[in-house]
C-alpha cells in the first residue's frame, strides 16, 4: 500500500505554496481561530452533512456531525463541515428524486472546489446515499459514507408500526370507514418514535444496506439503529478511519468494483430490498464506467432467497434486524452467495467483516432452507408493454395476482387519479388493473412514488386490499402491492404504456417475467400516429435541465452527461 506524505496532499495545493494564494489561505484558517498547530501538517477532512429542519430522518446530524469530528481529530486530521441539501422524503415535492441529480452534482462539486483530502458523507433518507455515493464515485478520493441508521420501532395499542407500510394500511382502513379520525391520530402519534429514517425495509434501509455491502460504510454500521449510543462511536470511527484512508489514499473506485455491486445486487434481494434500488445501482455505477441493467438484476433475482423477515415483504422491523444480527449477520448467512474478497473502507475484505457475526434470531433472518420467499424480492418484466423493463417487488405482491389478466382502467396523469379514483360511477371491480400514464421521469416530472396507486373506495369498502397497478413511477419501498413500476419507456415520451386505452386486457404473469398489452400491433401503430406528447411544465430553472438530460429508468435517471466518463478533473488553482 502506497503511504501519502504531507506534500502529496489535494489541500497542500490551496495551503501550501508560498505564494499570494497560499498566504491567503493560511490567513483565513486564522480568521475561524486555527493555527498553524491544528492545520499543519494534517489531512484536510470534509464532511458532507444533509441535516436540515426539512429531514426529519437526519434530526441526530446535528451531534453526528461533532462526533465525526472527535474521530478525525483523535486521528490527526482537521475536520471541515460543508452543509449540503438535506432531501427530507416526506417534504421535498414534487418528489425528492427529482432532486437526486441536484444532490449529487452539489456534492461533488463541494468536494471538487474545496481544499479538503477525505470525505465523510452524512446520508440515510432515501435519495441521499445514492447521490452522495454517485459524487464519490465522480470525484473518486477517499470517502467514507456514515449512515443515518433507522428510527426506534412504532408503537400504538399493543402493535408496532412500521414507517410507511402501516400509514398506508390505517390510511386504507380509514378511508374505508373502518377506523375514525381520533384512532388515526393516535397511529399519527406513535408512528415516529425517534431520530432515523424509515424502519421497515425501505428505501433507506435498503441504499444504506447496499452502501455497507458496496464497502462504503464501517462494517456493521448501516444496521444501527440512530437512537442508539453505538451509533454515537460508529459516527466517531468513521472519523478516525477518514484520516487513515488518506494516508492510504485508498479510493471509492478502489472498493466500489463490478463484483461488489453484485454483491449489493444479491443482498438487495434477499433482504427484500426496495424497489428503487435498481434504479440507484444502476446510476451509482454508471459514475464508475460500470454497466448494469435489468437482466442482470434479474438473473440474481431468480437465483437469491430472501431471508430478511422485514416490512413491508415480512413481520418485522429494523431495530430487530439489528437485534437478530443485522446486515453482517445476513451476509454471513448468505455466505458463498458473495464474493468475500472484495475490500471495504477498512482495506479488509467483506469476508473479513462479517465471518464471525452469528445470527441470533432466525424468525428475523432466515436460513438459506427456511427462506422468507425462494428467489429475490424484485422481478423485472418486460414485454409488448415494457419493452425496456419494469419492475414488480413480487414480495409484497397478494400471489393470487402473481398470474392475471385484466382490463384496463386507465387514467391519464396523477390529477386525473385523484379526480376519479373515488367516483361511484368509475367502471371498475376487484379484477381490473389500474394504469396510470405520464407519472415517469419526463412525465411527472421526477418520478415521483404514486406507483402504489389507491384502491377506488367503492372496493376498499367491500373489504378490498389490492389490485394489479402498472405505471411508469416508482413506489415507496415501505409500499406493498402488486405494483409493477419504472416502466420503461415511460408514456411521456411515447412508450407503449401511453397508448394503453380503457377496456384493453393485460395479461400479467410474474413467473415468466412478461408484462403484455393484448392489442394488435397495427392498433398500437395506428394510436401512435395519434399520439401527443404532453407539455413539460418547465423552461427555466433546475426543472428545464433535468427535462433535457434525464434518462429513462432502466438507464438510471441520471443526467445523460453525468452518467459515466472519467473521475471529474481537479479545479485550477493560480
Ligand atoms: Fe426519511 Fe423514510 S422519510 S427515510
Redesign the pocket.
Known sequence: MTKKSIDDLRSQRWYGPNNMRGMSARARSRQMGFGPEDINNKPRIGIINTWSDM???HSHFKDRAEEIKRGVYQSGGFPIELPAMSL???LVKPSTMLYRNFLAMEAEELIRCHPIDGVVLMG???KTTPALLMAALSMNIPAIYMPAGPMLRGYFAGETLG??TDVLRYWADHRAGLIDDEKLENVVGGMSRSAG??MVM???ATMMAIAEVLGMTIPGASSIPAADTSHSLMAASCGRRIVDMVWEDLKPRDIMTEAAFDNATIVDMAMGGSTNAMIHLIAIAGRANIKLNLDRFDKISKRTPVLANIKPSGDFLMEDFYYAGGLRGLMNRLGEHLDLSQINVTGKTLGDAVKDQPVYLDQVIKTLDNPVYPEGGTAILRGNLAPNGCVIKQTAADPKFHKHRGKAVVFKDYTELNLRIDDPNLDVDENSILVLQNAGPIGAPGMPEWGMLPIPKKLLEKGIRDMVRISDCRMSG?AYGTCILHVAPEAAVGGPLGLVKDGDFILLDIASRTLNLEVSDEELDERRENWQPPVYPATRGYTALYGKHVTQADQGADFDFMHAGDETPEPLIF
Do not use: Y
Open positions: 429531514n426529519t430522518c427530507g422524503e416526506i440515510g433518507c432515501d414507517s410507511g429514517t424509515c425501505g428505501t433507506a415501505t
